[in-house]
């Protein structure tokens, strides 16, 4: 059992990590699980608090993840139509569009919302889209960060 679960925090570790940048895959949740995987190792160098700490952390992150589009938008100028396009973009993304829209889904919306609020030209608007898609740069920052320091974890935990 114990080499099971070794076996199984590595590549959660390893598909948590990759999945930081393939939209797809829930990255650090999958983290975070290797390392509950390596904790049941009965060898286990993980204490409850470092588990605790990292699956706040990895919370955290999820929520910025849906959080982050909507505040980029306000940050590069962004009217309350940009801001709402933008979370409605998140999910709309998501559902019709599957990675990709993950991606396309807070920009166009961001530009749409912008746009129909009649205040807004091309250009601002496309500048408002843009702050969105940062979102995306940065949210994959975090989620490539956390989930490296949690796959550093898992393997000093398990050799």
């Given at each position: 059992?114990?080499?099971?679960?070794?076996?199984?925090?590595?590549?959660?570790?390893?598909?948590?990590?990759?999945?930081?940048?393939?939209?797809?895959?829930?990255?650090?949740?999958?983290?975070f699980?290797?390392?509950?995987?390596?904790?049941?190792?009965?060898s286990?160098?993980?204490?409850?608090?470092?588990?605790?700490?990292?699956?706040?952390?990895?919370?955290i992150?999820?929520?910025l993840?849906?959080?982050?589009?909507?505040?980029?938008?306000?940050v590069?100028?962004?009217?309350?139509?940009?801001?709402?396009?933008?979370?409605?973009?998140?999910?709309?993304?998501?559902?019709?569009?599957?990675?990709?829209?993950?991606?396309?889904?807070?920009?166009?919306?961001?530009?749409?919302?912008?746009?129909?609020?009649?205040?807004?030209?091309?250009?601002?608007?496309?500048?408002?889209?843009f702050?969105?898609?940062?979102?995306?740069?940065?949210?994959?920052g975090?989620?490539?960060?956390?989930?490296?320091?949690?796959?550093?974890?898992?393997?000093?935990?398990?050799?």
């Amino acid at each position: 059992m114990d080499t099971f679960l070794a076996i199984m925090a590595i590549l959660c570790g390893i598909i948590g990590v990759l999945g930081a940048v393939v939209p797809i895959l829930p990255g650090t949740m999958l983290s975070f699980a290797g390392m509950l995987c390596a904790y049941f190792i009965p060898s286990t160098q993980l204490t409850p608090g470092k588990l605790w700490l990292w699956g706040i952390i990895s919370a955290i992150i999820i929520i910025l993840d849906y959080i982050l589009p909507a505040y980029f938008s306000k940050v590069f100028g962004g009217s309350k139509a940009g801001i709402t396009g933008a979370t409605i973009g998140v999910f709309a993304g998501m559902i019709f569009m599957g990675p990709l829209g993950i991606i396309l889904g807070p920009f166009v919306g961001a530009v749409i919302g912008e746009l129909l609020n009649r205040q807004q030209t091309l250009d601002r608007a496309l500048i408002v889209g843009f702050g969105s898609l940062m979102s995306f740069f940065v949210g994959t920052g975090m989620k490539l960060i956390a989930g490296g320091f949690m796959m550093y974890y898992i393997w000093t935990d398990i050799f």
